[in-house]
């Protein structure tokens, strides 16, 4: 008996630069899904100034057509995409929700760093859902980091993460860091801290073809 191919998953971001990101997940760990991209930066360039919300007609009018499950890589919009699953008829998933779950499951002070303001309140309530889900009390605290979002937008990408890895690194009372955004993942690999830091590109993906 022959299994039926997955259906193909699209991603909606808000910039270029992380298509490569998902395509080298998806090289390293499921070969044979095929992905469809989506970049629309103006998204969170409107988010960040008139609110996440605003952006739902755009988000369902760009969805409307996917034919299948759908990755919000934006963490900003994130919950805008996920609240239109039911009217479009596919699954559609945050990025960061199965990070929110393991922070949640690592302990209860969950520091969040972010580059953009506009990231923390949708993240702090993905990681209140996710502890009320699995019926755990948490403290969160939040911080944007300086001059980060400035280093991105400039496209110094290594100066971005390398002040996210230096955020990451002065921090001393939590039991688990949250990078919010895809964009600080790659600070992963530069933190010393012995707090565990965690990103969302690699568990997001993962949830959204099923493994």
Known sequence: MVTPAAPDLTLLH???VHVPVFDALRDRHHPGAVLRHLVVPELLDRARVL?????????RELLAGSGGP????????????????????????RVDRPLA?????????????????????PTVELLEEEAGRAGRPVSIRTRVVDGAWDRFAAGDAAGCLGLVAAAADEVADADVIVLAQVSMAGAQALVTTAVPV????ASGLAAALGD
């Open 14 to 16: 808000t910039s270029p």
């Open 51 to 59: 609110g996440p919300a605003s952006q739902t007609p755009a988000v």
């Open 70 to 93: 759908v990755l919000v890589t934006c963490s900003s919009i994130g919950a805008v995409g996920e609240s239109l699953a039911g009217e479009l008829g596919v699954p559609v998933l």
């Open 101 to 121: 779950a393991a922070a949640v499951r690592t302990g209860p002070r969950i520091l969040v760093l972010a580059t953009v303001e506009s990231t923390l309140a």
């Open 198 to 201: 965690l990103a969302s590109p």
